[in-house]
T-cell receptor, first 112, second 110 residues
Framework: ETGVTQSPTHLIKTRGQQVTLRCSSQ?????VSWYQQALGQGPQFIFQ???????GRGNFPPRFSGLQFPNYSSELNVNALELDDSALYLC???????????FGPGTRLTVL | QQQVKQSPQSLIVQKGGISIINCAYE??????FPWYQQFPGKGPALLIA?????SEKKEGRFTISFNKSAKQFSLHIMDSQPGDSATYFC?????????FGKGTMLLVSP
C-alpha cells in the first residue's frame, strides 16, 4: 500500500510568482487536507477537500486555492507569493471525513 | 488566538528516563486528541490518540493522560531512547480539522 506522496520535494520561487504543489492520497482515501508548517511551528490547517469539494477552510487568504481530482489526488495553488509563504506544505489524506489523517513528507517552499 | 498550547518548547532527557509533554486546549468542542511525532525532513506521523471520554490510554512506552475538566492532556514516554529524539506535536480535532500545538523538541541523550 502506497502512502501519501507529494511533489516536488523542494521549490524556490520569487515574490509575486505563483506555485502549484501536488499530493497523491493514500489508496482508498477520499479526503485530503492541506497544512502550512512554518519553521519551528506546528502545522496550520489551510483547507480540506472531500470528494472534489472544498470542505472547510482555515484562516488563509483567497490566493490559497486548491483542487481535488476524481482519483482523489489534490493540488494546492498559491498566487502572488509573499516571503511569509516560505514553509513546509503538508498534505494529509484520510478514508473519509473525521477519520485519522496520514501525512505526506511535505514540500519545502522557499520564497525569495 | 492559540487554541492548543503546548509545553515545554524543548526537552532533554537521559536515556531510560521519562519524557513528559503537556498540552492545554480551550475549545470544548474538540472531540479527538492525537499526538504526532515528526523527524527532520519528514511529515508528522501519528503516535497515539485519545477521545475525551477516556482518562488514559497506553500503547507500549507511550501514554496519554487526559483531564477533561482541566482541559489538559499530556504525553508520557517511558524508558526514553535516543531514537525517540524528534519533535512532538499535540493536536485537537473538531469536525475534520486538526489544530496543532507549537511542538516540543525532544532530545534523549545516550
Amino acid at each position: 500500500e502506497t502512502g501519501v506522496t507529494q511533489s516536488p520535494t523542494h521549490l524556490i520561487k520569487t515574490r509575486g510568482q505563483q506555485v502549484t504543489l501536488r499530493c497523491s492520497s493514500q489508496s482508498g482515501h477520499n479526503t485530503v487536507s492541506w497544512y502550512q508548517q512554518a519553521l519551528g511551528q506546528g502545522p496550520q490547517f489551510i483547507f480540506q477537500y472531500y470528494r472534489e469539494e472544498e470542505n472547510g477552510r482555515g484562516n488563509f487568504p483567497p490566493r490559497f486555492s486548491g483542487l481535488q481530482f476524481p482519483n482523489y489526488s489534490s493540488e494546492l495553488n498559491v498566487n502572488a507569493l509573499e516571503l511569509d509563504d516560505s514553509a513546509l506544505y503538508l498534505c494529509a489524506s484520510s478514508p473519509g471525513q473525521g477519520n485519522e489523517q496520514f501525512f505526506g513528507p511535505g514540500t519545502r517552499l522557499t520564497v525569495l | 488566538q492559540q487554541q492548543v498550547k503546548q509545553s515545554p518548547q524543548s526537552l532533554i532527557v537521559q536515556k531510560g528516563g521519562i519524557s513528559i509533554i503537556n498540552c492545554a486546549y480551550e475549545n470544548t468542542a474538540f472531540d479527538y486528541f492525537p499526538w504526532y511525532q515528526q523527524f527532520p525532513g519528514k511529515g508528522p506521523a501519528l503516535l497515539i490518540a485519545i477521545r475525551p471520554d477516556v482518562s488514559e490510554k497506553k500503547e507500549g512506552r507511550f501514554t496519554i493522560s487526559f483531564n477533561k475538566s482541566a482541559k489538559q492532556f499530556s504525553l508520557h514516554i517511558m524508558d526514553s531512547q535516543p531514537g525517540d529524539s524528534a519533535t512532538y506535536f499535540c493536536a485537537a480535532r473538531r469536525y475534520s480539522t486538526l489544530t496543532f500545538g507549537k511542538g516540543t523538541m525532544l532530545l534523549v541523550s545516550p
